[in-house]
């Protein structure tokens, strides 16, 4: 019997590995992004699919700690300094935008004609919105740094706060909650206050001795036991002081954001963040009730759709009020448009009170859960049908008409240092760019720069390199740098074409593009660099210019081997930190090699190369 019990185990945790394995590739070879494919995978195997699973919740339980582990990772790169310059964001922003969309859908459901109580509960329900989807979709585009990222942030956060007072709200609502006394709730909401001072205390005094006792003892698997420790202490100190997991997690990373061991416990923390938060929308998947969303499709589209767009538009309302523009506050809206998974902790509160049935609570999830699957399709919608932000051209010169001797293209960090040999010399320089706020700037420390995209051959001939002697392509971007070197010397094959490469593989692509010069941008600075270190070694100055030398033809061996045989090619010229013997040698011998007898004379013979 237990090895039956083992087996089915071990089936459903295949299952699950398996789900998200192949359906998370294909939604994002379908551009559909990582969450979709999880919630999609969760709908199949769960026990309204293929009854792989056939109770959810117990998944979901567990899988809400990826949200924990989430919430303390993003702890640990906001510091208490950071996080006090977000409390106008915190408890502005957040507080109002949270009000008036709770307003927003409690109005919904007294338009659908339901008691105000319950109404309530949907739409305040509905407002908490998903933490784990928003700061995916944010960790995934780049963005949670952003200064948008960070009034997203904000706002999730008063959003885990706001659990509190909404369920306290729950029992004054329930049937008989108005006999709660108001030293109960009182007592509630200290406790849930002491709960946060006492973390904040301990963060600050203890966390950090802690670690350093267990770093001394210099046991890797302790260390990763102690991480996961603090995360989950600290959720479950938070759920039993009737607070949110998520913010006790979020807490304790705060208060580890400036320690020593950051980094370290990030690292440790991070694998199974990443895994429990992929279980978590599975099991959100697998929560879809599709029994109940086909008994009352009608009325669960309906509010998806209405809920959805009136939050949005509270959103929207809310960002604009506050100063933000048109793009940042449509974005803000699409992204969390959603109901999130705090949802059902209040609609389960609502229907162990009863304010709302069983099946109310059921449709009511199914409703949170629709509008999460929504929301990445939202975004792509959004993407395509929103036009990307123009940049104003106000006080900037379009290049027309240049007649410079040399044309540089790209004036950042690289094009500036050189163009300063140029101008020192009286040299008629043209510099174009594609970057505003770079124009603007350059204009400030006497540089005129015009606005041009290297890309584009109609821009060039306006940039005069049809007269030029000579183009500098100085851009960061390696397949820019090759396009430009590709229509420059395909339209003006005799002008002089130099190049900054970002790598070795950018520098073999230009020279196949017919460059007569290029510089991987880091080369020159780093065998300086190298010399240097070489002197305070204490080696001679004219040996460390020998062996720089060396190393400079060495590499310009290796690079025409590459450029006839492929970018594996020239291992030969590398000198590794490796003891293992290489059959080649590591430099050129001063003497070629002499045999001694007839046999030697043989061997040499063959390991000469061929002509």
């Given at each position: 019997m237990a090895a039956e019990a083992s087996g089915s185990d071990l089936i459903q945790v295949v299952a699950l590995l398996a789900a998200g394995v192949v359906a998370v590739p294909i939604f994002k070879r379908m551009g559909l992004g990582s969450i979709l494919g999880y919630l999609a995978a969760g709908v199949v195997i769960g026990p309204f699919g293929l009854g792989v699973f056939s109770e959810s919740e117990a998944?979901?339980?567990?899988?809400e700690l990826g949200v924990v582990m989430f919430l303390f990772i993003i702890g640990l790169e906001m510091q208490p300094s950071r996080l006090w310059g977000l409390r106008r964001e915190i408890f502005g922003l957040?507080?109002?935008?949270?009000?008036?969309?709770?307003?927003?859908?409690?109005?919904?459901?007294?338009?659908?004609?339901?008691?105000?109580?319950?109404?309530?509960?949907?739409?305040?329900?509905?407002?908490?919105?998903?933490?784990?989807?928003?700061?995916?979709?944010?960790?995934e585009r780049g963005e949670i740094a952003a200064p948008k990222g960070q009034r997203i942030v904000s706002v999730l956060l008063l959003e885990d706060l706001a659990i509190v007072p909404l369920l306290a709200l729950i029992a004054f609502l329930a049937p008989g909650g108005a006999d709660t006394s108001l030293s109960e709730r009182l007592t509630e909401v200290g406790i849930g206050l002491a709960a946060i001072v006492g973390l904040v205390v301990a963060?600050?005094?203890?966390?950090?001795?802690?670690f350093r006792i267990l770093a001394d003892a210099r046991a890797r698997e302790v260390m990763t036991a102690a991480a996961l420790l603090v995360v989950l202490g600290s959720a479950l100190a938070m759920q039993l002081s009737g607070l949110s997991m998520a913010m006790g997690a979020f807490l304790a990373g705060v208060l580890l954001s400036e320690s020593t061991f950051r980094h370290q416990l990030e690292a440790d923390i991070e694998p199974f963040r990443g895994i429990l938060l992929g279980l978590f929308f599975l099991a959100v998947g697998m929560s879809l009730d599709l029994h109940v969303v086909a008994a009352n499709w009608?009325?669960?589209?309906?509010?998806?759709?209405?809920?959805?767009?009136?939050?949005?538009?509270?959103?929207?309302?809310?960002?604009?009020?506050?100063?933000?523009?048109?793009?940042e506050a449509l974005e803000r809206a699409v992204f969390m448009a959603q109901g999130g998974e705090f949802a059902f902790v209040l609609y389960s509160a609502a229907a162990a009170v009863g304010i709302i049935d069983g099946n109310a609570n059921a449709t009511l999830t199914a409703i949170v859960i629709i509008s999460m699957v929504?929301?990445?399709?939202?975004?792509?919608?959004?993407?395509?049908?929103?036009?990307?932000?123009?940049?104003?051209?106000?006080?900037?010169?379009?290049?027309?008409?240049?007649?410079?001797?040399?044309?540089?293209?790209?004036?950042?960090?690289?094009?500036?240092?050189?163009?300063?040999?140029?101008?020192?010399?009286?040299?008629?320089v043209s510099i174009i760019?594609?970057?505003?706020?770079?124009?603007?700037?350059?204009?400030?420390?006497?540089?005129?720069?015009?606005?041009?995209?290297?890309?584009?051959?109609?821009?060039?001939?306006?940039?005069?390199?049809?007269?030029?002697?000579?183009?500098?392509?100085?851009?960061?971007?390696?397949?820019?740098?090759?396009?430009?070197?590709?229509?420059?010397?395909?339209?003006?094959?005799l002008l002089t074409v130099l190049a900054r490469a970002f790598d070795r593989g950018t520098a073999?692509?230009?020279?196949?593009?017919?460059?007569?010069?290029?510089?991987?941008?880091?080369?020159?600075?780093?065998?300086?660099?190298?010399?240097?270190?070489l002197e305070s070694l204490g080696v001679d100055p004219e040996d460390v210019a020998e062996t720089i030398e060396d190393v400079r033809r060495r590499d310009n061996d290796r690079f025409e081997t590459q450029l006839a045989e492929g970018i594996r090619a020239g291992q030969r010229f590398l000198r590794g930190n490796i003891g293992t013997p290489i059959p080649t040698p590591l430099s050129t011998p001063r003497r070629a090699g002499q045999a001694l007898n007839e046999e030697t004379a043989g061997v040499l013979h063959k390991s000469e190369p061929a002509d």
């Open positions: 998944i979901l339980h567990v899988a957040g507080a109002l935008q949270v009000g008036v969309c709770a307003v927003l859908l409690t109005g919904v459901g007294v338009a659908g004609g339901f008691p105000i109580s319950q109404s309530f509960v949907a739409g305040a329900g509905f407002v908490l919105t998903s933490t784990a989807i928003v700061m995916q979709l944010l960790e963060g600050r005094y203890l966390l950090n001795p802690f009608r009325l669960i589209a309906i509010y998806v759709v209405a809920y959805m767009v009136m939050k949005a538009f509270g959103i929207y309302i809310v960002a604009r009020i506050l100063k933000s523009g048109h793009r929504l929301t990445p399709l939202a975004i792509i919608a959004l993407r395509y049908l929103t036009p990307r932000d123009e940049q104003s051209l106000d006080g900037v010169d379009v290049a027309d008409g240049l007649t410079g001797s040399v044309l540089v293209i790209g004036f950042g960090r690289f094009g500036q240092i050189a163009s300063q040999p140029l101008l020192l010399r009286g040299i008629d760019d594609n970057d505003v706020e770079m124009i603007q700037a350059a204009a400030d420390f006497g540089f005129k720069v015009y606005y041009g995209d290297g890309t584009r051959l109609d821009i060039l001939h306006a940039a005069g390199a049809g007269r030029a002697r000579a183009v500098l392509i100085c851009v960061d971007k390696a397949d820019a740098a090759v396009r430009i070197a590709e229509l420059v010397k395909a339209e003006f094959p073999l692509q230009l020279i196949r593009a017919g460059v007569d010069y290029q510089l991987r941008e880091t080369f020159e600075s780093a065998l300086i660099f190298g010399g240097s270190a």
